[in-house]
């Protein structure tokens, strides 16, 4: 069983930044691939950002390419999403997720190619 705990979310202005981390439990944390997604209200899930269980690939969405960057910290048990230049339209409710079927060398970006997830924390971006 794995547990994921998202925190880092809150109210920003338009332009500025956040960092959300992902705090997980579980001995083969390193093995898993991660991913953050997002959903705005009256919205679908979407894919933010991935990584692998190494970390040595990233992959963005295309809104959030140049401005958002996931890294991770398996000596923590820990991933990162750190939110620049942040707009109204990032406004959504950003969830943590862990693929723990197998060790794999790209990202996944599919909602079911996960299969644990956190609570969510709320990211707000005001104009």
């Known amino acids: 069983q794995v547990q994921l705990v998202e925190s880092g979310g809150g109210l920003v202005q338009a332009g500025g930044s956040l960092r959300l981390s992902c705090a997980a439990s579980?001995?083969?944390?390193?093995?898993?691939?991660m991913g953050w997604f997002r959903q705005a209200p009256g919205k679908e899930r979407e894919f933010v950002a991935g990584?692998?269980?190494?970390?040595?690939?990233?992959y963005y969405a295309d809104s959030v390419k140049g401005r958002f960057t996931m890294s991770r910290d398996n000596a923590k048990n820990t991933v990162y999403l750190q939110m620049n230049s942040l707009k109204p339209e990032d406004t959504a409710v950003y969830y943590c997720a862990a693929d723990s079927s197998t060790i794999s060398y790209r990202v996944r970006v599919g909602i079911y190619e996960y299969d644990y997830w956190g609570q969510g924390t709320q990211v707000t971006v005001s104009s």
């Open positions: 990584i692998t269980w190494s970390g040595g690939k990233t």
């Open positions: 579980g001995r083969t944390f390193s093995r898993y691939g």
